[in-house]
């Protein structure tokens, strides 16, 4: 027997305003991102950031709650799993998306202490039934972040 995990966890802050969309039978989905940072000392003793951005995924009740209370430079915990996605695009360019789907989302204060009442997570009856959709460009998008949830030929 094989063991296998794919868990993630991070602390961050949202980088924009959930996108939220209604797929084909009235599911929620809710899209955004989280950005983390990562510092270090380079050889010359200098401190160097890097900032590492993260697509997040929210569906049904847990995505009607990001809809609801996640902003634009909120700190917030999520924990979800990763899930990588291919889709050829109007321009028949293969495109790729690595996202991650939560389970848990915690509001944080800015010290990164969680606020009462802000503790989330998809009920554990969605978790065997995630709805099979994808994420495909809309007509006429500006860049790949603008996005359209359809109901077919989704990987997962």
Known sequence: MSMSLNRVQLIGNVTKDPEV????????????????????????????????????????????????????????????????????????????RTEIILDNMIMLDKKGAPMEGGNFSSSSEDAGEREHAAIKPSAGAATDMEEEISIEDLPF
């Open 21 to 96: 969309r209604q797929i084909p039978g009235g599911t929620t989905v809710a899209t955004f991102s989280v950005a983390t940072n990562f510092s270090w000392k380079d050889q010359s003793g200098q401190r160097q950031d890097k900032a590492e951005f993260h697509n997040l995924v929210a569906w049904r009740k847990l995505g009607e709650i990001c809809a609801q209370y996640v902003r634009k430079g909120s700190k917030i915990f999520v924990e979800g799993r990763i899930q990588s996605r291919e889709w050829e695009g109007q321009d028949g360019v293969k495109r790729y």
